[in-house]
């Protein structure tokens, strides 16, 4: 079996204004939809973060990707590093930034995406040829069923895509909710109930870094008094606040949170939070590559690290993290991404292979509306996910869904993801501050 072509389709989502540290989500999300096409006729799939730089990056992968087989994953992880070192002054260079982490809540990097994107669609198609499930080859399930959060955030009104702003008063539970602005505790509870009563999560995380940490904490505060401690909370503010005030507000949440998510930017910042609040510090901004580790492990930067196959460069590469976080004492969970079917099947893959899988995943998925893969959209049992059945990711695409999500990229004009250049059509002037508070 040898790859023979690549495809390469670009996606726009519906996605409703979601706040965050860097501004506001766009009525679409950018993502992207890869195919390797086998000599044998079949074609393996994956889904990455959408942008132009990354989309132009696979095609210029695409001469050392074709003519290879898809199971020498490791010569083919090899070349795209090895295209990232000798690119100089084209895409996969250093100096333009495109390999940094970057201050925004997401992960820029390009190199990581497409050697995600190719090892990912390689699993799909040996599971094809090899009549296995991905998790099976890459050593076999220790659960069929991963449990996910309820990933709750600040939002504006409105449900995003076509329907822009349009909010029908019929509408009620978990659509009427993801419509709804929830700006204040109160729309935070009501979000929290309406998304746990229609996916059954059973532990809870809020997005923050949006307004003053008072307004934040007493919206944590309210969730734990709505729910109770029987269900695990979780505070991610973005890495948005200063030393002094993310030891202030930890204090207070002391007893209250699972975990404390990047209040802080760097590791260095983060040990100290450390020494002073008694709650365990979780990360997916000051250790996102193996690179990071040492330092982390020596400063104590964090107690959990969140996995993501597309920052990380693969499934394999997170399977590898996890035997490195139980070797270190480090708990571990996935960071999630506004992701469709496709993507959701490789995180499911990788969780039900991940033995060291401490905490239940987080998921934007429950905020999308559109879906790309043939079945429709995935089912939440109690807040699980079952682990697809089929070979390779266990999912396939839907061509005629591929086809008007394809429609709506073009049609939308955007380029990346710029959550400052849109929270400016609400907020004039507004600009992107690494640390606000």
């Known amino acids: 079996m040898i790859i023979d072509d690549i495809r390469i389709t670009p996606i726009a989502v519906a996605d409703p204004p979601l706040r ?53 994953l490791n010569v083919l992880a090899e070349r795209i590093e090895k295209r990232r070192r000798e690119h100089a002054g084209a895409r996969f260079e250093d100096h333009d930034g495109e390999e940094s982490r970057g201050d925004a809540p997401w992960d820029r990097r390009i190199t990581v995406h497409v050697q995600s ?6 699993l799909d198609l040996i599971g094809k040829e090899t009549g296995h499930r991905a998790c099976d080859i890459l050593g076999g399930a220790v659960r069929e069923r991963v449990p996910f959060a309820a990933y ?12 822009g702003f349009d909010v029908s008063p019929a509408t009620r539970g978990w659509p009427a909710a993801r419509q709804a602005a929830a700006l204040d505790p109160e729309g935070i509870v009501a979000q929290a109930h309406a998304m746990c009563d229609a996916f059954g999560f059973e532990s809870v995380k809020l997005k923050g870094g949006v307004f003053p940490p008072e307004e934040e904490v007493s919206a944590v505060l309210a969730l734990r008094e709505a729910f109770g401690p029987s269900v695990p909370l979780r505070f991610d503010p973005n890495a948005a606040w200063s030393l002094k005030t993310a030891i202030a507000m930890g ?15 760097g590791q260095e910042a983060m040990a100290e939070i450390g020494k002073t609040v008694d709650i365990p510090r979780a990360t997916n901004m000051c250790t996102t590559s193996f690179d990071d580790i ?37 708990g571990l969970s996935m ?13 499911v893959h990788l969780a039900a292979a991940t033995p060291h899988l401490t905490y239940a995943l987080d998921t934007h998925y429950p905020w999308q509306s559109d879906e790309v893969i043939v079945g429709g959209r995935f089912d939440f049992d109690s807040g699980t996910v079952k682990v697809p059945d089929g070979p390779g990711l266990g999912v396939e695409l839907d061509r ?38």
């Open 294 to 330: 040492p330092s982390g492990v020596r400063l104590g930067s964090e107690d959990i690290i969140l996995a993501d196959h597309h920052f990380w460069g693969g499934i394999r590469p997170c399977i590898e993290l996890g035997r490195v976080c139980r070797t270190f004492g480090r």
């Open 20 to 72: 965050n540290a860097a501004g506001i989500h766009a009525p679409y999300a950018l993502r992207i939809i890869v195919e390797l096409l086998a000599s044998n006729g079949l074609v393996g799939i994956s889904e990455i973060p959408g942008d132009v730089r990354t989309e132009d990056a696979l095609r210029e992968s695409a001469e050392f990707i074709v003519g290879t087989d898809p199971f020498a």
């Open 251 to 265: 204090k207070r949440l002391e007893g209250v949170l699972e975990y404390y998510e990047d209040p802080v930017r």
């Open 400 to 437: 005629e869904k591929l086809s008007e999500l394809h429609a709506n990229y073009v049609e939308c004009g955007l380029t990346h993801r710029d959550d400052e250049a849109e929270m400016r059509k609400l907020e004039p002037g507004w600009t992107f501050v690494p640390t606000r508070w």
């Open 152 to 163: 709750l955030f600040y939002k504006e009104r409105g449900a995003g895509g076509r329907l």
């Open 117 to 122: 994107a190719v090892e990912v669609a390689c």
């Open 335 to 347: 960071h999630s991404n506004t992701h469709l079917g496709v993507s959701l099947a490789a995180m």
